[in-house]
């Protein structure tokens, strides 16, 4: 018979006592059968007396503290190879509200979820987009009222963050940032230091602003004026007198203005205002914007796979803004099967261009120093701030190269590495890093080889596309069978990804209307491949037909409140689905892992019956041990059936079973 989501909050309540004290006593590693919807309704005070009881008072109060530091469960490692074997939670945290929610949430999952990625909080800029940051400032929508009135020391959605980052640490759990490469077009780093962002001019004064009129190398020499003008005739936002030069206001890096230095955060504060002052620090920058836009100028947008430059304005394809302002969409020249141009985004200018940029070549070896410093730094800065311990690397499947991987890699080959290394330098070795690619053919998200290109950025682990198929597919056996082969033969793990924000999306629902604890019972148990989750799996719907946009997390990614936009359009919040069924399966294989998790952690697989094999349609399911014998067996059937003469593979006895999910205890694995 079913169960619902009405029952499994009944069952809760009555015995709130008995699951409350199993995670607090420290029996179990999560609060079971505590529904995510529920979790998120209990208050600060809630909160606090369960942690209390399961961390001890000594360790809370340290916690609650963001002037200390609880130290991360990745200390331990000299290196950042731990990634390679972690099973990572994705939190979009615009979804739950605040940061301080995201401990409510991590206590309705066990242990074995070790790793918890939080999707970029970075002030975002156009239609909210949580991957277009305007600042390096923390996203203010993610401050917590309620705490900050229990705790009233924690008046900042910085010191929160800082909070919530100690608490995951106390709780056993690593902690990773998104790292973008690219910013929102006008950001306040693009306005601020404009020789770090390629930009072009239009023909706005001439009466074709749907004209390029220049791409050259030193355009941004005019922005810089323009915006030096424009500075001069508004004044400093923060009233800082204009004692200087242009060229010292846009030196990248401090710079001597008497005695003192200016810094990123001066300018930022002399061109936009304070950090905290959130509408003047806008109004500042929109009519900057309009100022810079007038005259044509603007950055070029970000663009996803080859051929990546040579590109034009579509004069027929342009959107009006809530604020009047028109904005031309760019076009590739010449296009290729996965082109894609990005309006909202710049990237960084690493590397200058040849010949003046006159036919969109860029010149490798010219790296443009300060943008890899000034990337570097920042990011180094806020892992310090908040001690995370690794990153997603946004867009890693970026190679510009036409001749695909070098042979030779040197420091400036690619930002993500040097950001890893940067930061591990600065005393934290075991900073590791989660790669965005989707291990695609060679010569389709990127040039050259996809997976050369990987190891040659030292990325730990890589995302993936086994979310982006059904389950059972040959399509998606193939890919399984060959990220079982990179395991063996490549420097990155790839993980086993069951679903992601990106793929919450109502575009690809069919690829989670079958398989659901195939993948969950799959990504949990093969414990020698890193796996990624995102929040809400657990509960989500199986959307037969397409649902509401507010059940898709994927449409959270950004806030869209046009109508005009249907397809992405939110009006509420996020709402949770109610698949009391797959909740109940998935917490019946995370109570039994906690059984065995201490036997089975981070061992390597034994195939019994690999994925890929064999592609006919009797070959849907897989079976495996452990290297080092553990004594169980594990098979799940992609299809929710498992043949009867699977006995020939596990002769033991069955000690879990759901729904073509089942393990064995067996005496001897034998050879």
């Not at 420290?26 to 007396?49: C, D, H, K, W």
């Not at 530091?69 to 000299?78: D, M």
């Not at 990572?88 to 949430?105: C, D, E, L, P």
């Not at 690999?610 to 553990?630: M, N, Q, R």
Request: proline share 6%; aromatic share 14%; charged share 20%.
């Amino acid at each position: 018979m079913p169960t619902s989501i009405d029952t499994l909050q009944a069952d809760w309540y009555q015995n709130y006592a008995t699951y409350t004290e199993a995670y607090q006593s420290g029996r179990s590693s999560f609060i079971p059968n505590l529904i995510p919807q529920t979790a998120l309704q209990f208050s600060v005070y809630q909160m606090l007396e369960i942690l209390h009881k399961r961390l001890g008072n000594i360790t809370l109060r340290r916690a609650l503290d963001p002037a200390e530091t609880i130290e991360s469960p990745a200390r331990i490692y000299s290196d950042s190879s731990w990634l390679k074997r972690s099973n990572m939670v994705g939190i979009n945290v615009r979804t739950i509200g605040s940061f301080w929610k995201i401990i409510n949430y991590v206590m309705t999952i066990p242990a074995s979820h070790d790793s918890i990625h939080l999707l970029p909080i970075w002030e975002p800029g156009v239609v909210g987009s949580l991957y277009g940051m305007i600042s390096w400032q923390i996203n203010p929508e993610f401050f917590d009222v309620e705490l900050a009135r229990y705790v009233p020391a924690l008046d900042s959605v910085e010191k929160q963050l800082k909070v919530v980052t100690n608490l995951l640490h106390a709780m056993g759990r690593t902690v990773g940032m998104d790292v973008i490469p690219h910013t929102d077009r006008f950001s306040e780093m693009v306005l601020t230091c404009p020789s770090l962002f390629e930009w072009v001019q239009r023909d706005e004064r001439g009466g074709n602003p749907a004209t390029l009129i220049d791409h050259s190398t030193l355009v941004y020499r005019y922005a810089e004026e323009s915006i030096w003008q424009f500075l001069k005739f508004s004044g400093a936002a923060d009233g800082t007198p204009l004692t200087f030069t242009k060229d010292a206001f846009f030196a990248v890096g401090p710079i001597t203005v008497g005695v003192s230095s200016l810094t990123d955060e001066q300018r930022q504060r002399i061109l936009f205002g304070y950090p905290h002052d959130y509408g003047g620090r806008l109004n500042r920058r929109l009519a900057l914007i309009r100022h810079l836009v007038s005259q044509g100028l603007e950055t070029l947008p970000m663009t996803m796979a080859p051929p990546y430059r040579g590109l034009h304005i579509d004069p027929n394809d342009f959107v009006l803004d809530d604020f009047g302002q028109t904005w031309y969409q760019y076009a590739f020249d010449k296009p290729q099967a996965m082109s894609r141009v990005f309006g909202p985004l710049a990237r960084y200018r690493f590397y200058e261009s040849k010949d003046n940029n006159q036919n969109w070549e860029l010149d490798f070896d010219r790296p443009n120093f300060p943008a890899w410093n000034y990337i570097c730094r920042n990011v180094k800065d806020c892992q310090q701030k908040y001690n995370f311990d690794f990153m997603r690397g946004d867009m890693a499947h970026v190679q510009l190269r036409p001749e695909g991987v070098p042979a030779i890699i040197d420091e400036f080959y690619d930002p993500l590495l040097a950001i890893k290394k940067y930061v591990q330098a600065s005393g934290v070795p075991y900073y590791a890093f989660f790669a965005e690619t989707f291990l695609a053919p060679p010569d389709t998200m990127g040039y050259g080889n996809e997976l050369d290109h990987l190891d040659a950025i030292e990325a730990d682990s890589t995302l993936g596309d086994l979310q982006s198929m059904v389950v059972g597919s040959p399509v998606f056996r193939q890919q399984f069978g060959a990220y079982v082969d990179y395991l063996k033969t490549r420097r990155f793990a790839p993980n086993f990804t069951v679903m992601t924000a990106d793929k919450d999306d109502p575009r690809f629902d069919e690829f989670y209307r079958t398989g659901n604890l195939f993948r969950y019972f799959t990504a949990l148990f093969m414990t020698d491949m890193p796996s990624y989750v995102g929040l809400g799996f657990e509960v989500r719907n199986l959307h037969k037909q397409r649902s509401p946009n507010e059940e898709y997390t994927k449409l959270y990614v950004f806030r869209i409140e046009d109508d005009r936009q249907p397809d992405k359009v939110t009006h509420a919040p996020f709402v949770w689905g109610q698949n009391a069924d797959q909740f109940a399966a998935i917490g019946r294989m995370r109570v039994f892992a906690e059984s065995i998790w201490p036997d089975i952690i981070g061992k390597e697989t034994r195939w019994l019956k690999p994925p890929g094999a064999d592609l006919s349609a009797k070959a849907d399911y897989i079976v495996w041990a452990h290297t080092e014998p553990t004594g169980y067996v594990f098979a799940a059937s992609m299809t929710g059936v498992l043949p009867k003469t699977l006995t020939d593979m596990a002769d033991g006895d069955v000690i879990f079973e759901e729904d073509g999910c089942r393990i064995y205890r067996v005496p001897s694995q034998g050879s």
